[in-house]
T-cell receptor, first 113, second 112 residues
Framework: DAGITQSPRHKVTETGTPVTLRCHQT?????MYWYRQDPGHGLRLIHY???????DKGEVSDGYSVSRSKTEDFLLTLESATSSQTSVYFC????????????FGQGTRLTVV | QQQVKQSPQSLIVQKGGISIINCAYE??????FPWYQQFPGKGPALLIA?????SEKKEGRFTISFNKSAKQFSLHIMDSQPGDSATYFC???????????FGKGTLLTVNP
């Protein structure tokens, strides 16, 4: 299995509170991604990174921010959590070349109450 | 705008039968088409992938058929087994858009 660790694996938080999810990789892959998975919507890209301090928005980026200060860590922050952000969040990584296999973490189940 | 459309949303097949899942894409710059398999509580994992220079790729019981002119590709699972019961996602990427765009997924149930 690719070395990807997401933390926490489960979290319940209250509306309006900030939340940070962490993705840690040991593969030294260049590209890192945050997806959210919701019933009927599949996997939707939130933000991605193509290098240290190089990030860009995906298709559902509103309400989320990211940071990547080291190759191995990619953080996803919900500045002020809302119930619509209740979801399962997956981190993924892919290698040096474009259009190569993406490896996914185990996911973080976030519930905003 | 949904760039990758996947069907059906759910599929029930008897053990030993053939499972077929279809995807269609819009972006002609896409040149990498993977299929991912996801079991409950797990992250998606690459099952098989194809590039448009071939029309078919087979790995064991799993086959991707690719039709570039129709901008469609499909996954065929031969001799389907209960252990194949999972959610399957097609995806695509290519050109300057190296990010994977996923279909909405198909929940496959293989009855024993």
């Amino acid at each position: 299995d690719a070395g990807i660790t997401q933390s926490p694996r489960h979290k319940v938080t209250e509306t309006g509170t900030p939340v940070t999810l962490r993705c840690h990789q040991t593969e030294n892959h260049r590209y890192m991604y945050w997806y959210r998975q919701d019933p009927g919507h599949g996997l939707r890209l939130i933000h991605y990174s193509y290098g240290v301090k190089d990030t860009d928005k995906g298709e559902v980026s509103d309400g989320y921010s990211v940071s990547r200060s080291k190759t191995e860590d990619f953080l996803l922050t919900l500045e002020s959590a809302t119930s619509s952000q209740t979801s399962v969040y997956f981190c993924a990584i892919s290698g040096q070349g474009m259009n190569t296999e993406a490896f996914f973490g185990q996911g973080t189940r976030l519930t905003v109450v | 705008q949904q760039q990758v459309k996947q069907s059906p949303q759910s599929l029930i097949v008897q053990k030993g039968g053939i499972s077929i899942i279809n995807c269609a894409y819009e972006n002609t710059a896409f040149d990498y088409f993977p299929w991912y398999q996801q079991f409950p509580g797990k992250g998606p994992a690459l099952l098989i992938a194809i590039r448009p220079d071939v029309s078919e790729k087979k790995e064991g019981r799993f086959t991707i058929s690719f039709n570039k002119s129709a901008k469609q590709f499909s996954l065929h699972i031969m001799d389907s087994q209960p252990g194949d019961s999972a959610t399957y996602f097609c995806a695509a990427s290519g050109g300057s858009n190296y990010k994977l765009t996923f279909g909405k997924g198909t929940l496959l149930t293989v009855n024993p």
